[in-house]
């Protein structure tokens, strides 16, 4: 059984920083991008940071370039978000997901885990 499991949330002032982790299990990913989504109250699902197997290809939203950073620790099977320099428009439930390559999408992630909170105050 694949599974995918967000930590690391909780409640930040604006500037500060956050590490969410995502611990993966039940399957090889060599073959998938990884990454996460976070989604606002009313608001739609969004990308927003991608990695590839060897941490060679990362993307990133525009709206967190310079402040978010992905990376992985293969031999810990997971993937990390830094979050630095925290806005409260970065308030989001954050989802970890996985699709196959080449690129990850909402549409295309076919496993996904349950979300990790992340609010920042002013």
């Known amino acids: 059984q694949v599974q995918l499991v967000e930590s690391g949330g909780g409640l930040v002032q604006a500037g500060g920083s956050l590490r969410l982790s995502c611990t993966y299990s039940?399957?090889?990913?060599?073959?998938?991008?990884m990454g996460w989504f976070r989604q606002a109250p009313g608001k739609a699902r969004e990308f927003v940071a991608s990695?590839?197997?060897?941490?060679?290809?990362?993307r990133y939203a525009d709206s967190v370039k310079g402040r978010f950073t992905i990376s992985r620790d293969n031999a810990k099977n997971t993937v990390y978000l830094q979050l630095n320099s925290l806005k409260p428009e970065d308030t989001a439930v954050y989802y970890c997901?996985?699709?196959?390559?080449?690129?990850?999408?909402?549409?295309?992630?076919?496993?996904w885990g349950q979300g990790a909170q992340v609010t920042v105050s002013s």
């Open positions: 997901a996985a699709a196959p390559l080449p690129v990850l999408t909402t549409s295309n992630a076919n496993y």
């Open positions: 039940g399957r090889t990913f060599s073959a998938y991008i």
């Open positions: 990695i590839n197997w060897s941490g060679g290809a990362k």
